[in-house]
C-alpha cells in the first residue's frame, strides 16, 4: 500500500493518519487534537503528507505561527 493521494482511498488515509499519531482520543494535554487536525488536508485529498510536513517543519524553522492554530498551553522554555 503506498501513501499518496493517488495510491489510496479517503479511507485508507484515515488509517495512515490514525496509527501514525497512535491513540489521538487521549488527548490528556489538548495538544494531540490540533496534531490530527493538522493531517485533515491529506485525509481530504487536497495535500500530501509531504507538502504537510514540509510545511509544519518551515513554520518551526522559523518560527511563524499557523494562523488559527493555538499552542496547548505548554511552554517548554520555561522550566
Known sequence: ????I???TREERETI???SLGNISANCDG??????E???EYIDGQK???EI???????YVSGKEVPGREG???NVFSR
Open 53 to 59: 510536513n514540509m510545511e509544519f517543519n518551515a513554520r
Open 48 to 50: 500530501e503528507l509531504r
Open 1 to 4: 500500500m503506498g501513501y499518496l
Open 38 to 40: 493538522m493531517y485533515q
Open 31 to 36: 495538544c494531540m487534537s490540533g496534531l490530527a
Open 72 to 74: 496547548c498551553g505548554m
Open 6 to 8: 493517488s495510491e489510496t
Open 17 to 19: 493518519v490514525a496509527r
